[in-house]
């Protein structure tokens, strides 16, 4: 039998963390509480932790600082809790390296739901990237089993999930056009509607890991009315 994911639940309302916790662990997950900054950072000293659910509004220390802090250090999912109807909120958590979002109030069904579909895709990238270790590009160099990327220079630097999917996709697919229905289907983003621009967003925080100008991107370029490419020889490392 598989070992149920650990998911961190971050909100400093008692009566959701009491809910989500009891409500996740009847559907077959693990889950551990925290109220604010310290105890996020106590619990992942602790214990592996496979998925956060990180509030926004946090006394002390914000989600957003938050997220930040945790995707510098490491590549756990995360999911964010934003108020209803607050787009700016939801597009800068994407850019801080969220993997997806949950506008309050929700079902909870509806963030079981997230939270697998969150995991699922980033095993399926992990799966997919198997046959191939790691990848070499213009100076830049992607561990796959590390979920590494190192610049030219050497320097480590931090990706959430979603980039470290996004970039894969692009380095297995190098000098070819992906349009965006293509990227979201292969980050297996089925829910999307016809005007989601997520990917968007995440092609513009992965510009900026690479330190790609966005007015005249070098590595990934827009190619108006069809996608984006990435603009760059692909050496493959098995």
């Known amino acids: 039998m598989s070992t149920p994911a ?3 639940i971050v909100d400093d309302d008692v009566s959701i963390r009491v809910l989500l916790k009891e409500y996740l662990e009847g559907n077959g997950f693990r889950a551990s509480v925290a109220a604010d900054g310290p105890q996020l950072r ?17 006394p002390g220390e914000d989600g957003f600082s938050l997220c930040r802090r945790v995707r510098a250090e490491r590549d756990t999912p995360i999911i964010m809790l934003t ?15 969220a993997d997806d979002y949950v506008a309050k109030p929700f079902e909870p069904r509806e963030l079981v739901a997230r939270i697998r579909g969150v995991l699922r895709r980033s095993r399926a990238a992990e799966e997919r990237a198997s046959p191939v270790r790691a990848f070499s590009f213009a100076g830049w160099e992607l561990s796959l089993p590390l979920r590494r990327l190192l610049s030219p220079a050497k320097v480590l630097v931090p990706l959430a999930a979603s980039e470290f999917q996004l970039l894969a996709i692009f380095l297995e697919h190098p000098q070819r056009v992906l349009s965006r229905d ?3 289907e292969q980050c297996h983003r089925r829910d999307a509607g016809p005007f989601d621009r997520s990917i968007d967003v995440r092609v513009s925080q992965l510009r900026q890991r690479l330190g790609d100008n966005a007015r005249e991107p070098r590595l990934i370029k827009t190619v108006r009315s069809a996608g984006y490419l990435l603009a760059a020889d692909v050496v493959r490392h098995s």
């Not at 659910?53 to 946090?58: F, H, T």
């Not at 108020?83 to 390296?97: D, F, Q, V």
């Open 6 to 8: 650990h998911i961190l």
């Open 42 to 58: 106590e619990a992942l000293r602790t214990a592996p932790v496979d998925l956060i659910v990180l509030d926004l509004m946090l």
């Open 83 to 97: 108020a209803k109807n607050r787009s700016a909120e939801r597009i800068e958590g994407l850019e801080l390296g």
């Open 182 to 184: 293509q990227l979201i």
